[in-house]
């Protein structure tokens, strides 16, 4: 008694998918870089004030 094989015919080879990453626009970059910069520089002027 054989068992036909019923995958044979319908199966495909398996496909990596890529996530798509989100993308940071240059604008979005800068401000991020400013704002990091700032509370840098208040910090620092804060530790001399104090």
Do not use: D, E, F
């Amino acid at each position: 008694m054989s068992h036909p094989n019923r995958h044979a015919s319908t199966r495909h080879p398996a496909r990596a998918v890529a996530a798509p990453r989100p993308v940071i626009t240059p604008a979005a970059l800068t401000t991020l870089i400013v704002s990091v910069l700032l509370g840098l520089l208040s910090g620092a002027a804060w530790m001399q004030l104090t």
